[in-house]
């Protein structure tokens, strides 16, 4: 056996061999370890120690934590499967929050405190900025809904008057429930028919394999106003389904990226609606992005606004106030062209599918697929493909992508919350980046009443169940038995990263071994659902 350290090795020999840590990280990931774990320091309250816990950082969708994501994206299968055929309507009463949702709460109390404090001494705000937003998230992921702050800005009352012409489509009157209608076979078996629906954007020029055939022609801006406004027409699209349908539609969706680098969209539509319908409101539906213009360039390159601490951005030269958000806004004219207008294209599918079917099982599948990838990993095409996306970027680089991006001061508006140190061309707004490519959106859209469980009971569901194969329950547990603190950068407490891993693949693997052997035991029995479960846990 060849030692490493054996200085009679030629250093080619020496180099070939794999890096004791890389392959700690690769066993982590086949063990569905998270690898960017997050300490906690948690107060055991009954024996009154402190220790240091690793909870998964639960990556959504990025390729740096491949084990969260997978792990999420089995458990949006499960919440998706839950909710699509159900024949009951689900109770919608909020559950008392648990520990890890207070915990998130009061420590995004704790940043939200240090962030007015540094506001107030003038300090850059923008990492504290990034971390609530991340914070606000996973207040998400855990389960809780909307804002810690509700709605943050008070509606404006003259945007009213745009208010958005409802297009011309059937209307039918509102039902109380949110299940579709069922149909009886001759043989008195009963049918839960539902949708599987696409939607996609229009075309911005022609393409083959998701690139453009001719770039000069392709209408890049369009298509970058597209990415960044898609959410609006999505909600647009479902608020029509639901006048359209008579009932309060619930649905599951998962946004995609194509090839040509657009988002679409799949829908699971809880019950069923004639497919010339669906097709009819894809196609009345619209949105109608009323901006301020951002199609002339009133300042570029070494000609850019400068801050007054009094006034705001001026014109560095005449010295004249730019107008403020809100006061770009109010001069937009009544007669005025709204900046953008977003509609579907014309690639509408609509197939129907039955409870318990493959299809249906197909579809599940189908909506989960890109859930572990972000929009921009949609490239595989090579160099005609990369160069694609990069042009989308450039087209994406002076877009403004919400009412507070740095890039309105290029059209001579100030952004809303305006304040020193902005730059066009350089907000760091995720529509803009290469993984987001316009869509910063959310990737996975779940109607209220989907299902009867949140995301987070569904990760619960999974933990119990583990836990009772394991043979591991004894009762419910105590929710105040645990206090849990952030650990500050640095802690001298928290082992090394590898070490905590190691830890976790050891535990991982005594696991693994006591579920084979129940599986053994339960041999001859329906196991596919053991493995299911075994695989998301
Ligand atoms: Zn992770
Ligand atoms: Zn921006």
Not at 274 to 285: D, S
Not at 290 to 317: I, K, S, T
Not at 352 to 374: E, H, M
Not at 458 to 472: F, I, N, P, S
């Amino acid at each position: 056996m060849t030692h490493p350290h054996d200085r009679a090795l030629p250093r080619a020999v020496r180099q070939s061999m794999p890096m004791a840590r890389d392959v700690l990280v690769e066993v982590a990931k086949q063990h569905g370890v998270c690898i960017r774990p997050i300490p906690l320091k948690r107060l055991d309250t009954y024996t009154g120690k402190w220790e240091i816990i690793d909870v998964p950082c639960g990556a959504t969708f990025d390729s740096k934590c491949p084990p969260c994501a997978k792990r999420n994206k089995q458990l949006r299968k499960a919440q998706c499967r839950e909710g699509w055929h159900l024949d009951a309507e689900p109770a919608i009463t909020p559950d008392e929050p648990n520990e890890e949702q207070r915990w998130l709460v009061e420590f995004r109390a704790d940043v939200h405190a240090q962030r007015e404090a540094a506001e107030k001494a003038g300090h850059e705000t923008a990492e504290l900025d990034e971390l609530i937003s991340g914070l606000d998230e996973e207040i998400n992921a855990a389960g809780m809904r909307g804002n810690v702050l509700g709605r943050t800005a008070a509606k404006r009352s003259r945007s009213t008057r745009r208010r958005q012409d409802a297009p011309d489509l059937p209307k039918r009157k509102m039902a109380h429930t949110t299940l579709g209608r069922t149909f009886q076979g001759s043989d008195g078996k009963v049918y839960r028919p539902s949708l599987f629906v696409t939607l996609t954007l229009p075309s911005y020029g022609k393409v083959r394999d998701g690139v453009p055939l001719y770039p000069d022609a392709y209408d890049y801006r369009r298509a970058a106003r597209d990415a960044l406004h898609f959410s609006k027409l999505v909600d647009r699209f479902v608020q029509n389904l639901r006048r359209v349908a008579g009932y309060d539609v619930q649905y599951f969706a998962s946004v995609e990226p194509q090839k040509r680098l657009a988002p679409h969209l799949h829908m699971a539509i809880r019950g069923t609606l004639p497919r010339a319908e669906i097709k009819q409101i894809a196609a009345a539906t619209y949105h109608q992005v009323w901006w301020p213009q951002a199609n002339e360039v009133r300042f570029d390159a070494d000609h850019l606004p400068v801050w007054d601490e009094q006034a705001g951005y001026l014109d560095p030269a005449t010295g004249e106030v730019l107008p403020t958000w809100d006061e770009a806004l109010d001069a937009i004219g009544e007669d005025a062209e709204p900046l953008h207008m977003i509609r579907f294209g014309e690639q509408i599918d609509v197939q129907g599918v039955l409870a318990g079917t493959p299809d249906a099982d197909q579809c599940i599948r189908y909506l989960s697929k890109y859930l572990t990838k972000s929009l921009g990993d949609a490239l595989d095409g090579g160099q005609a493909q990369r160069e694609h996306a990069a042009r989308m970027l450039d087209a994406l680089r002076y877009e403004p992508c919400s009412p507070t991006c740095p890039n309105w001061l290029r059209y001579g508006v100030q952004p809303k919350g305006a304040k020193s140190g902005m730059q066009p061309g350089r907000c760091r707004g995720k529509a803009h980046k290469p993984d987001h490519l316009g869509y910063a959106g959310r990737r996975v859209l779940v109607s209220r009443k989907w299902s009867n469980k949140t995301l987070a009971e569904h990760k619960q569901d999974r933990r119990t169940w583990v836990l009772e194969a394991l043979g591991q329950t004894d009762g419910p547990t105590d929710p105040h038995r645990y206090i849990w603190r952030p650990v500050p950068a640095g802690d001298a407490n928290v082992p090394p990263l590898a070490a905590r891993l190691l830890r976790s693949v050891h535990e991982r693997q005594r696991w693994r071994a006591h579920l084979r052997e129940l599986e053994a035991r339960a041999a001859g029995q329906d196991l596919s659902a053991t493995e299911d479960m075994a695989r998301a846990a």
